[in-house]
């Protein structure tokens, strides 16, 4: 906590400073004024347009409502100024900005933390354990966005309630910074598709699940008779998610997490006859925790995982390779350059499992990323090693 920056304001002619929190490390406003509910929502609206912050000291539900009446302000604005988009492309850039600024501007509305995560304001909620599970301990107050504490509320809701997942007959209780799955089709895929023969064969049968986020897709295989499971990650978020929802499931003792970069250790883990990745569907530099399971910076993870397969597959093994095709209908990867990073890998196709998305978004006229989502096509991809030319 010591590292993190300070906000300095002013209280009449006294200067105040407090600690500042982001977790998405946006770095503190450079303007602050006091406001409460004597304050209009044109004018807060004036001052977060002009880059002003507004540390809120009235009540609690004022305040939300305060968001609420910015947020409205925001949305007309982006209305009187449509941009039509010359391709899905330009609209999918002109919607992530569209997205950035309104959340940078909704995010100049802060509130005050004591130092056991408490909102020190009139009918305000008891919002400690939702900011512990995302901040951990802290050592003294602090400053922080509504609008990220909404963020922190919802995850809170969700860790505690779970995602039904119906291809485990249960739930899984997704982490603060970890993505839920909350879209399913992509769960069915690995639930339906057939297990190679060497994973069968061998035994102990054990796969690897690369990139197990909330382990969902560890404990299906573990669910339909996988004698183990070694699940790799990075984040030492994803890592106690992980681990919290198999114990939750009762398979702990079948599904081993280990911090890795990609691929297990081969020293300690050897090779496996099924090696499952659900890397990020699109390549792009994500701007918070949760985004980085969406967008994969120069497609590192796909292209790792790709790269990296052939040499970790056991003879007759498989890699399953879960990816949407949205990537390729909003014209940020080609389909022939993603097969092209497959020949290079030494892989080949030996089948694909397809699938269309049943989420909201798809069926929303109103999304102006509409037609791709609409196309979309969710892919199970079923890769081996391509056999050895003869002579080499």
């Avoid at 054990?206 to 008779?225: F, K, P, Q």
Wanted: hydrophobic share 40%; glycine share 8%.
């Amino acid at each position: 906590m010591t590292d993190a920056p300070r906000l300095h304001w002013t209280d009449g002619d006294e200067p105040r400073s407090a600690r500042w929190r982001s977790l998405a490390d946006v770095p503190p406003p450079k303007r602050v004024v006091l406001a409460d509910d004597t304050l209009s929502a044109d004018a807060a609206y004036k001052l977060v347009c002009e880059g002003t912050a507004l540390l809120w000291q009235g009540d609690f539900h004022q305040a939300r409502q305060m968001l609420q009446a910015l947020g409205r302000r925001l949305d007309r604005r982006q209305q009187r100024k449509p941009i039509k988009p010359d391709s899905l492309t330009q609209a999918h850039h002109l919607h992530r900005k569209a997205q950035a600024e309104r959340a940078r501007l909704l995010g100049l509305l802060l509130l005050p933390f004591e130092a056991d995560h408490g909102v020190p304001l009139r009918r305000a909620p008891d919002v400690r354990q939702a900011c512990l599970e995302a901040h951990g301990e802290v050592d003294e107050p602090y400053v922080a966005s509504l609008r990220e504490l909404q963020g922190l509320i919802g995850a809170h809701e969700w860790r505690k309630q779970g995602v039904p997942v119906p291809a485990l007959g249960d739930a899984i209780h997704p982490h603060h910074g970890v993505f839920s799955p909350v879209r399913g089709e992509y769960v069915d895929l690995v639930a339906q598709a057939p297990l190679p023969a060497a994973l069968q064969a061998s035994s102990p049968s054990v796969a690897w699940d690369i990139g197990a986020g909330t382990g969902v897709l560890s404990a299906v295989l573990a669910r339909r008779g996988v004698a183990g499971v070694v699940a790799t990650e990075l984040a030492p978020k994803a890592i106690a998610c992980a681990q919290d929802n198999l114990r939750r499931l009762g398979l702990a003792g079948r599904v081993q997490v280990v911090e890795a970069d990609l691929f297990p250790d081969p020293d300690r883990f050897g090779r496996s006859a099924l090696i499952v990745c659900n890397p990020p569907w699109l390549p792009g530099q994500p701007s918070s925790a949760v985004e980085q399971a969406v967008y994969d910076p120069d497609s590192r993870m796909l292209r790792g995982f790709l790269a990296g397969l052939a040499a970790h597959l056991l003879p007759g093994g498989e890699g399953w390779l879960i990816l949407s095709d949205i990537a390729e209908r909003l014209g940020l990867r080609s389909r022939e350059q993603l097969e092209g990073w497959i020949r290079e890998a030494g892989l080949s196709v030996a089948g694909r499992l397809d699938t269309r998305p049943s989420h909201r978004k798809a069926q929303d006229a109103t999304d102006p990323l509409h037609a791709a989502r609409k196309a979309e096509v969710t892919s199970l991809w079923r890769l081996v090693a391509a056999p050895v030319p003869e002579g080499r």
